[in-house]
């Protein structure tokens, strides 16, 4: 997974906007230290670089994801561009994505009570409201 996540998002962040750029470097960081996690090597991974990905990944996530897709359709309209027809199964994927992050990261790093607090905010961000809570568990199954 990550190989096709750098080779289809992060070798083509060069040309998008800058918090796309940086939203895309942030995911590689974070498919890094999934892979990492999966062969074993937890235990010298930095708590610090863990908790800035969390906090990066939470102020993403309340500021840009909308999971209620029609938010989408609204704010395409108010800047007059179109989205693509993928948006819905991107949107699904991202919060996705961030689901399996958080729960590898308690799974796997409980040990480290200002990480999980960190990651705690961010699942927080995922389902602060009653659409972000519905669209995260229809999307994830544990």
Request: glycine residues 4%.
């Amino acid at each position: 997974m990550t190989t096709l996540l750098r080779s289809t998002v992060v070798d083509s962040a060069d040309a998008s906007e800058p918090v796309v750029g940086m939203v895309a470097a942030v995911f590689h960081l974070c498919s890094a230290e999934m892979a990492a996690v999966d062969v074993g090597l937890a235990d010298h991974l930095s708590p610090q670089v863990s908790r800035s990905l969390a906090r990066a990944l939470c102020r993403w996530t309340c500021s840009y994801l909308f999971p209620d897709l029609s938010c989408y359709d609204q704010l395409s309209a108010e800047l007059g561009i179109t989205l693509s027809r993928g948006s819905d199964v991107d949107v699904c994927w991202t919060v996705t994505y961030l689901l399996s992050y958080i729960v590898l990261c308690l799974k796997s790093r409980s040990s480290e009570s200002a990480l999980i607090d960190d990651v705690l905010r961010l699942f927080a961000g995922l389902v602060d409201a009653e659409e972000r809570y519905l669209s995260s568990f229809c999307s994830f199954i544990f």
